[in-house]
């Protein structure tokens, strides 16, 4: 299984990122698929999730409203746009895979892991 992020970058305060994750060697649309990060001295954080056919999602308080999860199962990719960025979103994104049918918020949940994606928010 292979988990593919890619999308970050060097962006100012209040712009906007979309990350990708491309998914292989699992039946995408069997799994349940969050987004996760970690910011330098802080531990790993869930950002979002996203039900195997895009019915539910949830997000964490901090970017509500300025992030959105979506998904192709066509593509076997999930993303996240993401905007209105602020210093504070500065942290390596992952993504990740969950093979139950829920929304889970927990990373013990998940059952497989991309290397991550590093974006940067200037002030």
């Known amino acids: 299984v292979q988990l593919q992020a890619s999308g970050g970058g060097l962006v100012q305060a209040g712009g906007s990122l979309r990350l990708s994750c491309a998914a292989s060697g699992l039946t995408f649309n069997w799994y349940t698929m969050g987004w996760f990060r970690r910011a330098p001295g802080k531990e790993r954080e869930f950002v979002a999730v996203i039900t195997w056919n895009g019915g539910r999602t949830d997000y964490a308080d901090s970017v509500k409203g300025r992030f959105t999860i979506s998904r192709d199962n066509a593509e076997n990719t999930v993303y996240l746009q993401m905007n209105s960025l602020k210093p504070e979103d500065t942290a390596v994104y992952y993504c990740?895979?969950?093979?139950?049918?829920?929304?889970?918020?927990?990373?013990?949940?998940?059952?497989?892991w991309g290397r991550g994606t590093l974006v940067t928010v200037s002030s």
């Open positions: 990740a895979a969950d093979s139950s049918s829920g929304l889970a918020t927990s990373y013990r949940n998940y059952d497989y």
